[in-house]
């Protein structure tokens, strides 16, 4: 599975951005893909997942309501969005897309295990 995310760009606060990730592989149908970011000197974190098969997404509370996973399938890949909303200057981070096989939803950085470059997103105060 190879992941490219793209996107990420300078911003003020109170602005929106969208996400891409590039996912491609023959093994693909059988993995969920995810969100994640990592701010200067803080742990990976979770943000958002959307399942393979039923499309559910499911996000970290301090993004509800503001960022929204989407992804449209073609028929060797698939890509997924993040859009972001109503963004806050401590959104700012990379934010990496990665490909889980594990059950239907998780939130585990360990359970994830494909993962693209990684995107900038900085959002001025």
């Known amino acids: 599975v190879q992941l490219q995310a793209s996107g990420g760009g300078l911003l003020q606060a109170g602005g929106s951005l969208r996400l891409s990730c590039a996912a491609s592989?023959?093994?693909?149908?059988?993995?969920?893909l995810g969100w994640f970011r990592q701010a200067p000197g803080k742990e990976r974190e979770f943000v958002a997942h959307?399942?393979?098969?039923?499309?559910?997404?499911?996000?970290a509370d301090f993004v509800k309501g503001r960022f929204f996973i989407s992804r449209v399938n073609a028929r060797d890949t698939v890509t997924v969005y993040l859009r972001m909303d109503s963004l806050k200057a401590e959104d700012t981070a990379v934010y990496y897309c990665?490909?889980?096989?594990?059950?239907?939803?998780?939130?585990?950085?360990?359970?994830?295990?494909?993962w693209g470059q990684g995107t900038l997103v900085t959002v001025s105060s």
């Open positions: 959307i399942n393979r098969t039923n499309g559910r997404a499911n996000y």
């Open positions: 592989g023959r093994t693909l149908s059988g993995y969920s």
């Open positions: 990665a490909a889980s096989a594990a059950g239907d939803y998780t939130a585990n950085v360990n359970d994830y295990t494909y």
